[in-house]
């Protein structure tokens, strides 16, 4: 198992940056994939960035330009700047661990309001 805790969101104005870091424990070795998705109010739950154990990244399309996802291997965290952060980018913000046998983990989301 894999137990995920993130932290880092808050309020900010539009323009503004935060941090988000997911520090994740357990059976670290066997994770192949870590992510952030996002929630907005009324919407599902969207990949927002991802970065493999090879350190492959992948951005969606409102992420690209503005966000940066990366890690710290000698702490096991996970983080995404957030850069240019504009209101539509608010929602609960989540971390999530792919292990290698396909598993999936997910930590208790935080919470980012951007406002105009």
């Known amino acids: 198992q894999v137990q995920l805790v993130e932290s880092g969101g808050g309020l900010v104005q539009a323009g503004g940056s935060l941090r988000l870091s997911c520090a994740a424990s357990g059976s670290i070795f066997s994770i192949n994939r870590m992510a952030w998705y996002r929630q907005g109010p009324g919407k599902e739950r969207d990949l927002v960035a991802h970065?493999?154990?090879?350190?492959?990244?992948y951005y969606s399309d409102s992420a690209k330009g503005r966000f940066t996802i990366s890690r710290d291997n000698a702490k096991n965290t996970v983080y995404l700047q957030m850069n240019s952060l504009k209101p539509e980018d608010t929602a609960v913000y989540y971390c999530?661990?792919?292990?290698?046998?396909?598993?999936?983990?997910w930590g208790q989301g935080t919470q980012v309001t951007v406002s105009s």
């Open positions: 999530n661990a792919l292990l290698i046998t396909a598993s999936q983990y």
């Open positions: 970065i493999t154990k090879a350190g492959i990244t």
